[in-house]
C-alpha cells in the first residue's frame, strides 16, 4: 500500500447547503458553503464548482463581486483565513491572525484591500486586514462580543457596520500613510415597543439630592469598578432594545436595519440618528410587511428588497416618512438571507431549507429556483449498483433524491416519513428505504426523474437502524433495536415478500453480509450489545449462514415465521473490547473500537467444535491499527473486497488495503465541528466513494485514484467486476421488467388486495394492509407488523381448526368453576373446625404462586415508594422543626382573652451566635475604653458637644425623651454604652451604635417575654381553678337537677404551640391500617386491661362488704338529704281514715310534721346549694374579667414596646442607610479615580502620537516641497530643452506639454479627492494613465515640420511631467490625509484634557459632598403626635415647603372652625323645621279640599235618592217607637212557632232514622246471602263466558265491542253538551242577579 500513500482522493462534486448565507462572487455566479467545501453554481448555465477547503473545513465565508475574490476561514483552534480569486481559484493569501477558536464573520470592502473579520470567544477581536500583504491594519480588541455580522459601506471602503443580537456599531478607520485606528460609534437602537429608549448612564452622578444624602449613580451603588461594569449595569438598567436581523447601505452615510421585533430602521451614521421607517404596531401599518419580521435586506437601483418569515419576497419604495410595496413574489417557502448582484441587477434569496431563488426586479413575474436541496441531513447516499451513473440519497426528513455522475439532480421523492437507512439492489433498480415508524418502503428508481413507491412492509414498532442485501440481491436484512433480524425477499417476481426473522442476543448495532459465488449459503454478521450491556458499544458477534435456495421450506421457517436455528447453524463470538461498528470480509472481521480509537482485524474460525449456540467463543485481535480520534465510525469494504474505507465523527475518509491495514490515504470530507462524517459507500467498480455529513447536510462524491498500483490487484479487481456484472446481469434482466410492471403503492386493483391478504396467513407471506397514498409512510402505534399479524393468522387458523375441541374444553372447564364454587359455598356452611381455606380450591397452584408474587412484587415496590417518601418528608419536617422551632430558645406563643377576643403574642427569640456575642463583648469593650478617655479627658467635654449634652441632660431630667428618638427609656430599657445621636461621626461608631441597638431590641423583647409568661403563668392557675369550680357547680347542677350549658374555657392552639408538632388521633379520617403484628399486640393489650379489671374488682370485695353491712351507707353526705324519703305508716294503705284510731292518727300527725321539716330542710339546702353555685359562677366571671383586664394592660405595654423596637429599628435603618451612603461614595471616588488614571494615560498615548505623527507630517511636508519645486523647476527648463526649436514650435511645444489625457483631468478635481478619501486608487492607476498618454503622443497629434526626434523627446519630456504631476497629486493627497489624521488626534487630546477636568470637578464636588454628608448628622427626635397635612410622592414626603406650627394654634383654629359650623348647623334645623311646617300646612289644605269634595259628591247622590213607599211611609210617621215595638212581637210569636216546629220535625227525622236502620241492617243479612251467591254465580259466568268465547267468532265479539263503545261515546258526548248548556245557563243567572243586586245596592247603602 505504500504505492496509495502518494495518491489522493480528489473530490468530483458535492451538494447540500451548510449554511444559509450565499454571495455573488461575480454577476452571475453565487458561492456557498457546503460542508467541507465551497460551491460555486452558475445562475445562466446552471454549471458548478467545488472548491475543497485546504484547511480543516470551512467556517465563516464571504465575497466581493466586484473584484471577483472570496474567503473562508477554519474550523480548528488558531485557524487561518484563506482568499481565492475567481474563477481560477488561485490562492491570493493566507492571513493568520490572532484569534484562538474560529471566526463568526468576513467581509470584504468594494474598492479597496481590506477584510474584516470579527473573533469568536475569548478575545472577540475585530480586524481589518490588508488581503494583499496579508498584514492587519488595525484591531479592536473585546468588541465582537455581541457581534453576529460585519458589513463594509459599498460606497465607503474605510466603514463597515457590526450588529448583534442587542448592538449596532459603525466602525471607522482612521488612516495616516502606515497608521490605521478603527473608532466605533454607537447607535441607540429604540425599545421594542418602538419608543426612544434612553441610554442609562451608569457611571453619572445624580444632581438631585435626597434628604437622607447624596444620590450616587448605579456603579457605585453596585460597587462594579471593571471595564465591563458599565455595559452590566447598562443592560440592567436600560429597556430592552430592538434586535437586529439584517441591515444594508442605502447611501454612504444612512443604512437600513431590519429587526426581529418587525421595525424597519434607517440610520444615520454621521448623526446617529435613528429614524422608523415601519412601525409594526401602528394602527395603519401594511398588513403584509406586520408578518414579514425583516430577516433580509438587499439595496439596489430598483429599491429595497425585503424578505422574512412569510414566503413572499416584497420590493419597497420608500420617500421621506411613506412606505409603500412596489412589487411582491411568492415563494414555496420563508427565506431567510438576500443578496444583490455586483451589477445591481439580479437578486438572490436562500432559505434554511437549502433553496435558492433568484429574480429580476426589472422583470415582475421572474423567479428562478436555481437550487433546490430538501431540508434536513443526509442519512445515507450510495451509487446504483445496476447503474453507477446514479447516486441515491436520503435525508432524515423523508427526501429521496437521484443524482448524475456530473452531481446534477434528476428526480425527487417526498416519503414524508423519518427516514433511518437506505440500501439499493443489485439486481433490480429500487432502493430500500428504513423509516423511524418500522417501515421497509421500496422506491422503483427505473424512471429518474419519476421515482415512485411501489411497496411498503411494516417490520418494526421501533426505527429501522439497519439495512443490507446481501452481494447477490438474493436477500435484504433489517434489523432494529428489538434485537430481531428479518430476512426479505429481495426480488420484485417474489413481491419482496418477508421470509423470515430470528433473533440477536441483544440490540443490533451493525449488520453486514458476505457471499461468495461458489459458496451455496450467504453469511451474515450482526454486532450485538448483550442483554445485560448498558454501555452503547456491543461485545458480541453473532454469525450465521443462510442457504440460498430453499429458505421457505417449512423446515426452514416455522409457522410463526421464525428461522429454524439448525437451518441458521449460528456462532457467537466475544471480543474483549466493545466495538462500534463491524464488516464482515472473507473468513474476517473488520471492526472499529471506540474505546481504543482503533481499527482491528478478527480471524473467524473455520469450525467453532462442540460449542453450543447460547456459549460465545473468545477472539482476540489479529491486527490492530490506529483509527479515527473522534466516533463512532462506519466502515465498508469495496466490492472486490480489496479495500476497506472508513469515516468517523472527525470528518475523515480513509482508505486502506483490507491485507495490510498500517498504511491509508485520506480525504477531509467534513469538518469535527459539523459533526464530522456520518456514512461511505462503494461504487460496484470500487473507484468512487459517497460520503455524508452527519449534521451539515453535505454529500460528496470523490474519486479514487491510485498510481502505480499492482498490477495483480487491479486484475482482481477488474475480473471480480466483470464476473459479478455478468451474473447479477442475467438476474437484472429478468427482475427488473417486473419491477417496472409493479403498480404505484396505493393505486393497487381490489384483485390486488384480496391476493395480499390471501398470502397472509401463508408461510413466508408478508402482511401488510392496503393504505391510502396519504398515511402509506408512517404506521400507527396500533398497526400490527409482519409477526403480530402471522401469529394472529396462525391463531386464527388454530381456532377454526380446533374450534370443536375448544369449545368442549371451554364447557368442562365451566363445569369445574361451577362445581369448584358450589364447594367453596358449601365449605362456608360448616363447622369452622372442618372449614377449608380458600388456597385450597386452587386449581392451578403454580399460577397462582406466580399471581402472588407479582402482587407481593408491587406491593413491596409500593411500600418501598411510601417509605421514601415518608422518608423526604421527615427530613423536611426536620430540617422545617430545627430552623423553626429547636433553634428558638423563646417559643411563639399567644394569650387570649377569656371574654374578649383580644390576643397577644410573645416574641420568638433564636440563640445568639458566638459571632454575634464576640461582636457585643467587643463593642462593649470599645465604648468602656471611650467612656473611660472621655472622663480623663477634660477637653473633650468643653466646647459646643458639651453645651449640646448639658442642654440634653437638662431636657432630660425634665422628663423628655424627644432628643433620645425612642420611648425605650421611658419603658425602662436602656444601654449605658449606646452613643449619643449628636456624637456619631465615623463608619465604625455607626456600626457599633447599630450592635448596641439590636441589643436593645432584644432586651426589651426578653423584658415583654418575661411579663408575658407570668401572665401565661396566671392563664394556666386561673384555668385550674375554673375547672376545679365548674367540678363543683357541675356536682350541684347533677344534686339539683338543672341541665345548663356551663362556660368551660380553654386553651387555643397558638397558646399551646407544642400541638402543632403532634397530631392526634381523632385528625386522622381514615381508618389506621394494623399489620398483622400490630394486631396481635393490640389483643394481647386488650387481655391484659382486662384481666387488671378483674383483679381490681376482687381486691375491691372487702369494700363492698363493708357498704352492703353498713347498709350501703357509711357517712350521711348533705346532698343526700333530697334523696331521704319518710314511708308513710302501713295502716294509712289499707284502712280509711274514717277506721283510724286516736293512736293512728297521732301518729299520722307525727308524720306530717316529720314531712313537714324535711320539707323546709330540702328547701334550705337546696337555696345553700344554689347560692354556692352563682358565688362559684360569679367568682369565675370576676376572675376571668380581672384577667381580661391583666391582658388588656399587656397589649397595651406590647404596643408601647413596639412603638419603642420600631423607633430603635428605625434608627439602624438610618444607620446602615449612612453606612452605605459611605460606602457607595468611597466606590464612587474609586471609580473617578480609576477614569482620571485611565484619562491621563489615554492622553499621554495621544500626545505621544501626535509628537511622533508631527515628525512624519513634517518629514513628508519636506518631501512635498521638493518635489512641488523639482515639478517647477520642470516647467522652468522646458524651453532650455527645446533651444534647438523655432520660437513658434517651442510656443506650440509648450501649449501641447500642458494638455493631459481625459483620464486624468476628469480624476483631478474635487470629487476625485472625496472619493480618494473613501476608496484608494487601483493598483494600476499608473499604467492607466500611461495608456491614455499614448493617445496623445501619436505621431498625428505632431504639429507640422517638426524634427521626429525632436517630438519623440517631447513626449518623453511630457511623460516624465505627466508621472511627476500625478506622484504630486498623490502625495498632496497623502499629506491633507495625515494632516486631518493630526488634527482628529488635536481634537482627540482636547477631548481627553476636558474630560480630566470634568473628572476632577466631580471628584472635587465629590469630596465636598462627603464631607457635608459627614458633618451634617441625622437625628431622631421624638414629636407629639400630630398630623401631617403633606402630600406623599413616592412613598416619601417633602417637607421642603413645609411649616411646623404648633397644636395648639391648630386646635384653637379647629376650635373656630367648629363653632362657626354649629351656628351653620343650628340655622339649617330651624330653617328646616320652618319648611317642613309650610309643607305640613299644604298637606292639610290639600286635604280639606279633598273632604270638600267629597261631600259636595255625598250631598248629591242624596239629592237623586230614589225611595219606596214604605221607607216614605216609614219616615213620615211621627210614632216611629211603638212601631218598632210591634214588630218586634210579631217576630218574637213567629221564632216561637217555629221551634215548635222545629222540635216536631227532629222527632219526626229521629224515628225515620231508627227505621232505616232496621232496613238497613235487614239489607245487609240479604247481601251477605247474595254475596255467596254471586261467588258460585262468577264462577258459572266465567264458565259460561270461556264457553261463549270459544264458541262465537272473534269478528262478532270485536264488532260488539266497537258498537258498545261507540254508544257510550255518544252517551258521553249528549252528557258534555248537557253540562255545558247548563253551566252556560248558570253563568247567565248569575250574571242576572249580580246585575239585579247591584241596582238597588245604592239606595241600601244611604238606608243603612
Excluded at 455529513?693 to 471480480?720: E, F, N, P, T, V
Excluded at 402543632?1060 to 388521633?1065: G, I, N, S
Aim: proline fraction near 4%.
Amino acid at each position: 500500500m505504500d504505492d496509495i500513500l502518494v495518491c489522493s482522493i480528489p473530490s468530483r462534486w458535492s451538494q447540500g447547503f451548510t449554511d444559509k448565507h450565499v454571495e455573488f462572487v461575480d454577476c452571475k455566479t453565487v458561492c456557498y458553503k457546503c460542508g467541507n467545501h465551497v460551491c460555486f453554481l452558475n445562475l445562466d448555465s446552471k454549471w458548478r464548482r467545488v472548491l475543497h477547503s485546504p484547511g480543516r473545513g470551512a467556517g465563516a465565508f464571504t465575497a466581493n463581486g466586484k473584484d471577483g475574490i472570496f474567503g473562508f476561514s477554519e474550523q480548528k483552534m488558531f485557524p487561518s483565513i484563506f482568499v481565492y480569486s475567481y474563477p481560477d481559484f488561485q490562492l491570493k493569501n493566507e492571513l493568520k491572525g490572532t484569534a484562538q477558536t474560529g471566526y463568526t464573520s468576513l467581509t470584504f470592502s468594494n474598492g479597496g484591500p481590506y477584510l474584516g473579520c470579527c473573533s469568536s470567544h475569548p478575545d472577540h477581536t475585530i480586524t481589518v486586514w490588508n488581503w494583499e500583504t496579508a498584514e492587519p491594519i488595525c484591531a479592536q480588541p473585546e468588541a465582537g462580543c455581541d457581534v453576529t455580522s460585519l458589513v463594509f459601506n459599498p460606497l465607503n471602503c474605510l466603514q463597515l457596520c457590526a450588529f448583534g443580537s442587542t448592538s449596532l456599531t459603525v466602525w471607522t478607520i482612521e488612516k495616516s500613510s502606515r497608521l490605521h485606528l478603527l473608532k466605533p460609534r454607537l447607535i441607540d437602537l429604540p425599545a421594542q415597543d418602538g419608543s426612544c429608549a434612553h441610554r442609562v448612564h451608569a457611571s453619572r452622578t445624580d444632581s438631585k439630592q435626597s434628604y437622607l444624602g447624596p444620590a450616587m449613580p448605579p456603579s457605585a451603588i453596585s460597587g462594579l469598578t471593571e471595564h465591563n461594569a458599565g455595559k452590566i449595569l447598562a443592560k440592567l438598567c436600560t429597556k430592552a432594545r430592538l434586535t437586529p436581523t439584517a441591515i444594508c447601505w442605502k447611501s454612504p452615510s444612512e443604512l437600513f436595519v431590519g429587526c426581529a421585533e418587525g421595525f424597519l430602521l434607517l440610520v444615520d451614521t454621521e448623526s446617529l440618528s435613528v429614524s422608523i421607517s415601519f412601525d409594526p404596531t401602528t394602527a395603519d401599518a401594511i398588513p403584509e410587511l406586520r408578518r414579514i419580521s425583516f430577516q433580509g435586506l438587499a439595496f439596489n437601483k430598483y429599491g429595497l428588497i425585503a424578505v422574512g418569515e412569510e414566503s413572499v419576497a416584497h420590493r419597497l419604495q420608500i420617500e421621506k416618512a411613506q412606505i409603500n410595496i412596489a412589487q411582491t413574489w411568492r415563494l414555496e417557502g420563508p427565506v431567510s438571507a438576500v443578496t444583490a448582484s455586483p451589477d445591481n441587477e439580479t437578486v438572490a434569496l436562500s432559505s434554511d431549507t437549502g433553496q435558492i431563488y433568484t429574480l429580476n426586479p426589472a422583470q415582475p413575474d421572474h423567479i428562478v429556483k436555481v437550487l433546490d436541496h430538501l431540508r434536513g441531513n443526509f442519512v445515507a447516499a450510495t451509487l446504483l449498483p445496476t447503474n453507477k451513473n446514479i447516486c441515491v440519497s436520503v435525508k432524515d426528513s423523508g427526501g429521496l433524491q437521484l443524482w448524475t455522475a456530473d452531481g446534477a439532480s434528476i428526480g425527487s421523492l417526498l416519503l414524508q416519513a423519518e427516514v433511518t437507512s437506505l440500501a439499493c439492489c443489485p439486481v433490480a433498480q429500487y432502493a430500500a428505504v428504513g423509516t423511524a415508524a418500522g417501515n421497509v418502503l421500496f422506491v422503483d428508481l427505473n424512471k429518474e426523474q419519476q421515482p415512485r413507491l411501489v411497496h411498503r412492509v411494516h417490520l418494526y414498532h421501533t426505527s429501522v437502524d439497519q439495512l443490507v442485501f446481501d452481494q447477490e440481491g438474493r436477500y435484504l436484512l433489517t434489523a432494529a433495536s428489538d434485537s430481531r433480524i428479518y430476512v426479505l425477499d429481495a426480488k420484485p417476481s417474489n413481491q419482496f415478500s418477508c421470509i423470515g426473522y430470528t433473533v440477536a442476543p441483544g440490540p443490533i448495532l451493525s449488520l453486514s453480509t458476505q457471499c461468495i459465488g461458489d459458496d451455496e449459503e450467504v453469511k451474515v454478521l450482526a454486532l450485538c450489545t448483550g442483554q445485560k450491556e448498558k454501555h452503547p458499544d456491543g461485545s458480541l458477534l453473532a454469525v450465521f449462514c443462510l442457504p440460498k435456495t430453499n429458505l421457505r421450506s417449512p423446515d426452514c421457517v416455522d409457522r410463526y415465521g421464525r428461522l429454524s436455528v439448525r437451518v441458521l447453524r449460528g456462532s457467537r463470538f466475544e471480543v474483549p473490547d466493545p466495538l462500534q461498528s463491524c464488516v464482515l470480509g472473507v473468513s474476517k472481521v473488520f471492526a472499529y473500537c471506540n474505546k481504543r480509537k482503533s481499527l482491528q482485524t478478527f480471524q473467524l474460525p473455520k469450525d467453532t467444535g462442540s460449542v453450543s449456540d447460547e456459549e460465545a467463543v473468545q477472539l482476540k485481535p489479529q491486527q490492530e491499527v490506529k483509527g479515527h480520534l473522534l466516533g463512532p465510525a462506519s466502515l465498508v469494504l469495496s466490492p472486490h473486497q480489496l479495500w476497506l474505507a472508513s469515516v468517523g465523527r472527525d470528518g475523515l475518509l480513509r482508505v486502506r488495503e483490507s491485507a495490510s491495514m498500517e498504511n491509508y490515504i485520506e480525504l477531509r470530507c467534513n469538518s469535527h465541528r459539523d459533526g464530522g462524517a456520518g456514512s461511505v459507500s462503494f461504487s460496484a467498480d470500487s473507484q468512487t466513494l459517497i460520503t455524508t455529513g452527519y449534521k451539515d447536510g453535505s454529500l460528496l462524491c470523490s474519486r479514487l485514484r491510485i498510481k502505480d498500483a499492482d498490477a495483480d490487484q487491479m486484475k482482481k479487481a477488474a475480473q471480480h467486476t466483470q464476473s459479478t456484472g455478468y451474473f447479477l446481469k442475467n438476474i437484472f434482466s429478468t427482475e427488473n421488467p417486473v419491477l417496472i410492471g409493479l403498480p404505484d403503492w396505493g393505486q393497487r386493483s381490489p384483485a390486488d388486495t384480496e391476493k395480499a391478504e390471501e398470502t397472509n396467513t401463508r408461510p413466508g407471506a408478508e402482511t401488510v394492509d392496503v393504505m391510502k397514498q396519504d398515511d402509506i409512510l408512517s404506521a400507527a402505534p396500533s398497526h400490527p407488523t409482519w409477526r403480530q399479524s402471522r401469529r394472529e393468522a396462525v391463531i386464527k387458523e388454530d381456532n377454526e381448526q380446533y374450534s370443536e375441541e375448544t369449545q368442549e374444553l371451554n364447557e368442562t372447564l365451566k363445569e369445574i368453576r361451577d362445581t369448584i364454587l358450589e364447594m367453596i359455598r358449601e365449605n362456608e356452611n360448616v363447622p369452622e373446625i372442618e372449614r377449608l381455606e380458600l388456597k385450597e380450591f386452587n386449581v392451578d397452584v403454580d399460577h397462582q404462586k406466580r399471581l402472588d408474587a407479582m402482587v407481593e412484587q408491587e406491593v413491596t415496590r409500593v411500600k418501598n415508594e411510601i417509605k421514601s417518601e415518608i422518608a423526604e418528608k421527615r427530613d423536611l419536617r426536620d430540617v422545617l422543626r430545627n430552623e423553626c422551632w429547636d433553634s428558638l430558645i423563646v417559643k411563639s406563643k399567644a394569650i387570649k382573652g377569656f371574654h374578649s377576643e383580644q390576643e397577644v403574642k410573645n416574641y420568638p427569640l433564636k440563640q445568639r451566635t458566638k459571632k454575634e456575642m464576640d461582636n457585643l463583648h467587643q463593642v462593649e469593650k470599645i465604648r468602656k475604653i471611650e467612656k473611660a478617655a472621655c472622663m480623663s479627658d477634660p477637653k473633650r467635654s468643653s466646647g459646643p458637644s458639651r453645651e449640646i449634652k448639658e442642654e440634653q441632660k437638662e431636657i432630660l431630667e425634665a422628663g423628655s425623651h424627644a432628643l433620645t428618638g425612642s420611648i425605650s427609656a421611658e419603658l425602662g430599657y436602656s444601654n449605658p454604652y449606646i452613643y449619643d445621636q449628636f456624637s456619631l461621626k465615623t463608619t465604625e461608631q455607626k456600626i457599633n451604635q447599630t450592635v448596641l441597638l439590636q441589643d436593645l431590641i432584644r432586651s426589651i423583647k426578653a423584658a415583654f417575654n418575661a411579663e408575658f409568661d407570668n401572665l401565661h403563668k396566671q392563664k394556666m392557675q386561673e384555668l385550674n381553678r375554673v375547672t376545679e369550680r365548674n367540678k363543683r357547680i357541675k356536682e350541684i347542677m347533677l344534686v339539683l337537677d338543672i341541665d345548663e350549658k356551663l362556660w368551660e374555657p380553654s386553651l387555643s392552639i397558638w397558646e399551646q404551640p407544642e400541638r402543632f408538632l403532634t397530631v392526634d388521633d381523632s385528625e386522622i379520617k381514615v381508618e389506621k391500617y394494623l399489620s398483622p403484628e400490630q394486631k396481635e399486640q393490640e389483643e394481647q393489650r386488650k387481655k391484659s386491661e382486662e384481666q387488671r379489671l378483674l383483679a381490681a374488682n376482687v381486691n375491691n370485695s372487702t369494700e363492698k362488704g363493708l357498704k352492703r353491712m353498713m347498709c350501703g351507707v357509711l357517712e350521711k353526705k348533705k346532698e343526700d338529704i333530697l334523696k331521704v324519703e319518710i314511708p308513710p305508716p302501713k295502716f294509712t294503705l289499707n284502712k280509711p281514715d274514717t277506721d283510724w284510731s286516736e293512736e293512728e292518727k297521732r301518729t299520722y300527725k307525727d308524720y306530717e310534721n316529720k314531712m313537714k321539716d324535711l320539707k323546709e330542710e330540702k328547701e334550705k339546702f337546696k337555696k345553700s346549694l344554689e347560692n354556692e353555685m352563682t358565688t362559684l359562677q360569679t367568682s369565675s366571671k370576676d376572675s376571668a374579667k380581672r384577667f381580661d383586664e391583666k391582658l388588656r394592660k399587656l397589649f397595651e405595654k406590647k404596643l408601647k414596646c413596639e412603638m419603642a423596637m420600631k423607633q430603635e429599628e428605625l434608627k439602624i435603618s438610618y444607620l446602615i442607610y449612612s453606612v452605605q451612603i459611605e460606602q457607595e461614595i468611597e466606590n464612587r471616588e474609586l471609580e473617578l479615580k480609576l477614569k482620571l488614571e485611565k484619562a491621563v494615560i489615554h492622553k499621554a498615548e495621544i500626545v505621544a502620537m501626535v509628537k511622533e505623527h508631527e515628525k512624519e507630517v513634517q518629514s513628508f511636508h519636506d518631501t512635498y516641497d521638493g518635489a512641488v519645486a523639482e515639478d517647477k523647476t520642470m516647467d522652468k527648463e522646458f524651453r532650455k530643452e527645446f533651444f534647438d526649436a523655432p520660437n513658434h514650435v517651442v510656443d506650440h511645444l509648450y501649449k501641447l506639454f500642458k494638455r493631459r489625457p481625459r483620464f486624468l483631468w476628469m480624476n483631478s478635481g474635487p470629487s476625485f479627492l472625496r472619493f480618494r478619501a473613501k476608496r484608494p486608487l487601483p493598483p494600476d492607476a499608473l499604467g492607466n494613465l500611461l495608456t491614455a498618454m499614448e493617445e496623445l503622443d501619436a505621431p498625428e497629434n505632431m504639429p507640422e515640420g517638426l524634427d521626429p526626434s525632436v517630438w519623440k523627446r517631447f513626449c518623453q519630456v511630457r511623460r516624465i511631467k505627466v508621472e511627476s504631476e500625478l506622484k504630486l497629486k498623490l502625495k498632496a493627497l497623502s499629506l491633507a490625509e495625515m494632516k486631518a489624521f493630526q488634527q482628529r488626534r488635536i481634537d482627540e487630546e482636547r477631548v481627553a484634557q476636558l474630560d480630566i477636568q470634568n473628572i476632577a470637578d466631580e471628584l472635587e464636588s465629590l469630596h465636598k459632598e462627603k464631607n457635608h454628608f459627614l458633618t451634617n448628622l441625622m437625628v431622631q427626635v421624638l414629636l407629639k403626635q400630630d398630623q401631617v397635612e403633606v402630600p406623599p410622592t413616592d412613598l416619601t414626603v417633602d417637607f421642603s415647603d413645609s411649616v411646623l406650627l404648633h397644636r395648639k394654634v391648630v386646635e384653637d383654629l379647629n376650635s373656630s372652625i367648629g363653632t362657626l359650623g354649629e351656628k351653620q348647623i343650628a340655622s339649617m334645623v330651624k330653617y328646616k323645621h320652618f319648611r317642613k311646617g309650610i309643607v305640613q300646612l299644604q298637606w292639610e289644605h290639600k286635604k280639606m279640599n279633598m273632604q270638600i269634595e267629597d261631600l259636595e259628591e255625598k250631598e248629591r247622590q242624596i239629592k237623586l235618592l230614589k225611595l219606596g213607599e214604605d221607607q216614605q211611609k216609614y219616615l213620615n210617621k211621627s210614632d216611629r217607637q211603638s212601631c218598632v215595638s210591634k214588630q218586634i212581637s210579631n217576630l218574637e210569636e213567629t221564632i216561637a212557632f217555629k221551634e215548635k216546629t222545629h222540635l216536631r220535625n227532629v222527632q219526626h227525622r229521629i224515628e225515620k232514622i231508627e227505621q232505616l236502620k232496621m232496613q238497613a241492617a235487614k239489607q245487609a243479612n240479604e247481601n251477605a246471602a247474595l254475596d255467596r251467591q254471586l261467588c258460585n254465580m262468577e264462577m258459572t259466568v266465567a264458565e259460561m263466558r270461556n264457553i261463549h268465547h270459544e264458541s262465537t267468532a272473534s269478528e262478532e265479539s270485536q264488532a260488539a265491542q266497537q258498537k258498545e263503545r261507540y254508544q257510550e261515546m255518544l252517551q258521553r258526548k249528549k252528557l258534555k253538551d248537557l253540562a255545558r248548556a247548563q253551566a252556560e245557563e248558570l253563568a247567565f243567572l248569575e250574571a242576572e242577579l249580580d246585575r239585579l243586586r247591584m241596582k238597588n245596592f245604592p239606595s241600601l247603602a244611604h238606608l243603612k
